[in-house]
């Protein structure tokens, strides 16, 4: 009789083994230890009594940074490590209305007796908190940057507070002023870091964006990001902390995402900017959706300062009201149709020029002066041959040769044609591309229009 095989029972009556902090094997990454303390494999400690202080519980034990209360929590009240706030920044992240602003409001009022603060404010929403902790305001848009870096090395060394106003500015000079400011914190001599300071940015990504507008602003872009993500990586050691606010994970960049060791996540629509946050959170989709349905106000907090894993807050009300806060609906005036013409002036407008479809008369002038030209008829030869071969390009050696016209001749007609906008060239050499530019090339493309389905 064949022997029955039976398996061992200490293998078949294993219990999962327990996993500590220490252990080669514990997980590091949120997730996972949440997926583990769910199955009973992992064994924490309790979280410090500083971080969250349960109602009616013993005063927590003093800690070498000061504290100060965030908000509530379903187990009692957040409070913060201010410390560990500047040394590990922090990102506050929420939708138009999730209450990112009343946030950043109330750390800024809650750390001001115990830090100086650097506000910068693209939207003018700040002046009256900048009045509240008693800290100049200075309109980025009437100083130069070299200015701006100068009144930051001055903040640092005196210690400080500063609003910096980047309202009335084009997006290009807004990261221009702001990266000049930033960058004089930075560049503060070595004696004046452990003067420490609050960088509060709101919305920064008007300072930092993921994308930029198009190419001519690339550069600009490269500086917001560059400033920005060097002012996370290298502000701890000389006293800078920085607490950013934006809308959505994904209008900031992701290099000044990755600095921020503490989060406050609140409401999220988009599916992308659920899963980044999740990411963040160290939740699963399907978790990482509550986001959808966080009230105004509440958030997820995450990080040394906060809490090693995410708790929900809401946060306490600031002292100082919210200027950009939505306005109550209001309904329009009631007037005649007579009354309304006058309020708008309309009678006493100018009256339009009826359109001809012609060109007006500076470019009719422009026309003129090119047509008079002893070259336009070689021009116009050129711009004929490019139409022809466009998209494509061609050389010079190729047209003269194509036209039987002296090289020297044709480079002098191309010359005119780059004046009028006419061309795209490389600088003159032995051999140079030209072809048709890229507003004569939209205006002659053939391009088949499709559906979607």
Same mark, same amino acid.
């Given at each position: 009789?064949?022997?029955?095989l =039976?398996?061992?029972p200490?293998?078949?009556l294993?219990?999962?083994?327990?996993?500590?902090?220490?252990?080669?094997?514990?997980?590091?990454?949120?997730?996972?230890?949440?997926?583990?303390?769910d199955? %009973?494999?992992?064994?924490? *400690?309790?979280?410090?009594?500083?971080?969250?202080?349960?109602?009616?519980?013993? *005063?927590?034990?003093?800690?070498? %940074?000061?504290?100060f209360?965030?908000g509530?929590t379903?187990?009692?009240?957040?409070?913060?490590?201010?410390?560990?706030?500047? !040394?590990?920044?922090? +990102?506050?992240?929420?939708?138009?209305?999730?209450?990112?602003?009343? #946030?950043?409001?109330h750390?800024?009022?809650?750390?001001?007796?115990h830090?100086?603060?650097?506000?910068?404010? &693209?939207?003018? @929403?700040?002046?009256?908190?900048?009045?509240?902790? %008693?800290?100049?305001?200075?309109?980025?848009?009437d100083?130069?940057?070299?200015?701006?870096?100068?009144?930051?090395?001055n $903040?640092?060394?005196?210690?400080?507070?500063? =609003?910096?106003?980047?309202?009335?500015?084009?997006?290009?000079?807004?990261?221009?002023?702001?990266?000049?400011?930033?960058?004089?914190l930075?560049?503060a001599?070595?004696?004046?870091?452990?003067?420490?300071?609050?960088?509060?940015?709101?919305?920064?990504?008007?300072? !930092? &964006?993921?994308?930029?507008?198009?190419?001519?602003? $690339?550069e600009?872009?490269?500086?917001?990001?560059?400033?920005?993500?060097?002012?996370?990586?290298?502000?701890?050691?000389?006293?800078?902390?920085?607490?950013?606010?934006?809308?959505?994970? #994904?209008?900031?960049?992701s290099?000044?995402?990755?600095?921020? =060791?503490?989060?406050?996540?609140?409401?999220?629509?988009?599916?992308?900017?659920?899963?980044? #946050?999740?990411?963040?959170?160290?939740?699963?989709?399907?978790k990482?959706?509550?986001?959808?349905?966080?009230?105004?106000?509440?958030?997820?907090?995450i990080?040394?300062?906060?809490a090693? @894993?995410?708790?929900?807050?809401?946060?306490?009300?600031?002292?100082?009201?919210?200027?950009?806060?939505?306005?109550?609906?209001?309904?329009g005036?009631?007037?005649?149709?007579?009354? #309304?013409?006058?309020?708008?002036?309309?009678?006493? +407008?100018?009256?339009?020029?009826?359109?001809?479809?012609?060109?007006?008369?500076?470019?009719?002038? !422009?026309?003129?002066?090119?047509?008079?030209?002893?070259?336009a008829?070689?021009?116009?030869?050129?711009?004929?041959?490019?139409?022809?071969?466009? &998209?494509?390009?061609?050389?010079?050696?190729?047209?003269?040769?194509?036209?039987?016209? @002296? &090289?020297?001749?044709v480079?002098?007609?191309?010359?005119?044609?780059?004046?009028?906008?006419?061309i795209?060239?490389?600088?003159?050499?032995?051999?140079?591309?030209?072809? +048709? $530019?890229?507003?004569?090339?939209?205006?002659?493309?053939?391009?088949?229009?499709?559906?979607?389905?």
């Amino acid at each position: 009789m064949p022997a029955r095989l =039976h398996p061992a029972p200490d293998k078949a009556l294993e219990r999962p083994r327990i996993v500590r902090p220490g252990d080669d094997n514990f997980p590091t990454t949120p997730a996972l230890r949440t997926l583990l303390r769910d199955r %009973g494999m992992i064994e924490e *400690p309790d979280p410090p009594p500083a971080t969250i202080a349960r109602a009616g519980s013993s *005063p927590a034990p003093s800690l070498k %940074g000061p504290r100060f209360t965030l908000g509530k929590t379903p187990r009692g009240t957040l409070d913060v490590d201010l410390s560990r706030l500047i !040394a590990y920044k922090c +990102l506050i992240q929420g939708s138009a209305g999730a209450g990112k602003s009343m #946030a950043l409001r109330h750390i800024i009022e809650q750390a001001h007796p115990h830090t100086a603060i650097a506000l910068l404010d &693209p939207e003018a @929403e700040f002046a009256n908190l900048a009045s509240h902790i %008693g800290a100049p305001t200075i309109r980025a848009a009437d100083v130069a940057a070299d200015g701006l870096a100068v009144v930051a090395l001055n $903040a640092r060394r005196h210690r400080l507070s500063v =609003h910096l106003d980047l309202s009335d500015l084009s997006p290009d000079e807004r990261i221009v002023r702001a990266s000049a400011f930033l960058n004089g914190l930075l560049t503060a001599p070595k004696e004046h870091w452990p003067h420490t300071m609050l960088v509060a940015i709101d919305e920064a990504h008007l300072i !930092a &964006p993921h994308l930029a507008a198009s190419g001519r602003d $690339a550069e600009i872009r490269r500086l917001g990001i560059a400033t920005l993500t060097e002012l996370c990586a290298r502000g701890r050691k000389r006293g800078l902390g920085p607490v950013i606010a934006t809308q959505r994970l #994904a209008k900031l960049a992701s290099s000044v995402v990755s600095e921020c =060791h503490n989060h406050l996540l609140g409401l999220n629509v988009y599916d992308r900017d659920v899963a980044r #946050a999740g990411d963040l959170l160290g939740f699963p989709y399907q978790k990482a959706c509550q986001l959808r349905t966080l009230p105004a106000g509440r958030f997820f907090a995450i990080g040394p300062a906060f809490a090693r @894993e995410a708790v929900t807050v809401d946060v306490a009300i600031a002292s100082t009201p919210h200027v950009g806060a939505t306005p109550t609906p209001m309904p329009g005036a009631r007037m005649s149709d007579a009354d #309304a013409r006058d309020r708008l002036d309309l009678d006493r +407008l100018p009256a339009a020029a009826a359109s001809d479809h012609r060109p007006d008369r500076r470019g009719r002038l !422009a026309l003129s002066l090119f047509l008079l030209n002893d070259l336009a008829p070689v021009a116009g030869t050129i711009v004929q041959t490019l139409k022809r071969i466009s &998209p494509n390009a061609t050389t010079t050696t190729e047209i003269a040769a194509k036209l039987a016209i @002296e &090289p020297g001749i044709v480079d002098q007609a191309i010359d005119l044609l780059i004046g009028e906008r006419m061309i795209d060239a490389l600088p003159r050499n032995d051999c140079r591309v030209v072809r +048709l $530019a890229a507003a004569l090339r939209t205006l002659i493309a053939d391009t088949p229009i499709v559906g979607l389905s």
